[in-house]
């Protein structure tokens, strides 16, 4: 399973190291959306691929 780490600050639910399980990924008109779920299983974030790139990095 994909993993991702926070890189950026996220509207302070969620602070930067914080690591992320892929747990789901969708296309609609070729606009691309993932739902990423807390390490702590705590909560689950929808982001789109351009947040994806700018806030995350890949660590699995």
Known sequence: MKMFKLI???LST???GTKFFLISHSEFIGMK???LLA?????KIEVTEEELKSKFVSIH
């Open 14 to 16: 969620y602070k930067k």
């Open 39 to 43: 390490e702590d299983l705590k909560g």
């Open 33 to 35: 959306s993932y739902v």
């Open 8 to 10: 950026k600050d996220d």
